[in-house]
């Protein structure tokens, strides 16, 4: 005998219903209806509340409290001004800091600067090398980790948010982080 599809779906309703019957009696139909969350843990005990002479005592010293400023503005940000004791000695002279003799070093040199704009990063297909796109002026360069770009800048790491360079005649490190690019108007 074909069973229609209304027929079907009120078996697999009845069927469901009688399921979750089940489960609800083997939850609920042991405890009973009356029975407490308190009682399960054993019989009731009330507090000991007789005296309430130390709350009023707390609460009264709470609300009999007086601001007192000391000084300073919790709107700056910064240390609190100094406090000069009555009683402090004065300061000592500072002698000045010992300048060393003979020829000066040069000045380390200052990290590299990548003045190309980073504006984007992609991959090739089947997990191929990061590819970095920087933008320089109106053309735009695409690099990969280990190029060397500007004659002595060596790309380090490309990361999401970061791409990670190095010069490679002082070996000093820097970093730029990805530009947004401004939306079309």
């Known amino acids: ?110 990290p590299p600067q990548l003045k190309w704009k980073f504006f984007g990063i992609g991959t090739l297909p089947s997990s191929g090398p990061r590819r970095a796109f920087l933008l320089d002026g109106e053309e735009v360069r695409i690099v990969s980790e280990g190029d060397t770009v500007l004659n002595s800048i060596r790309i380090t790491h490309i990361g999401n948010d970061r791409i990670e360079y190095e010069d490679i005649n002082t070996g000093k490190k820097n970093s730029n982080n990805l530009e947004m690019q401004p939306p079309p108007a």
């Open 1 to 110: 005998m074909a069973q229609t599809k209304q027929q079907k779906e009120m078996i697999v309703l009845v069927v469901l219903v009688v399921i979750g019957m089940l489960v609800w009696f083997s939850y609920f139909g042991k405890h009973g209806a009356s029975v407490s969350a308190f009682s399960q843990h054993g019989p009731y005990t009330p507090i000991d509340a007789v005296s309430y002479e130390g709350v009023f005592k707390d609460l009264t010293e709470a609300q009999n409290t007086e601001y007192k400023p000391s000084g300073r503005n919790i709107f700056v940000a910064g240390p609190a001004p100094a406090v000069v004791a009555a009683n402090a000695e004065p300061a000592k002279p500072v002698e000045p800091p010992h300048m060393p003799q003979g020829p000066m070093p040069p000045p380390e040199p200052p």
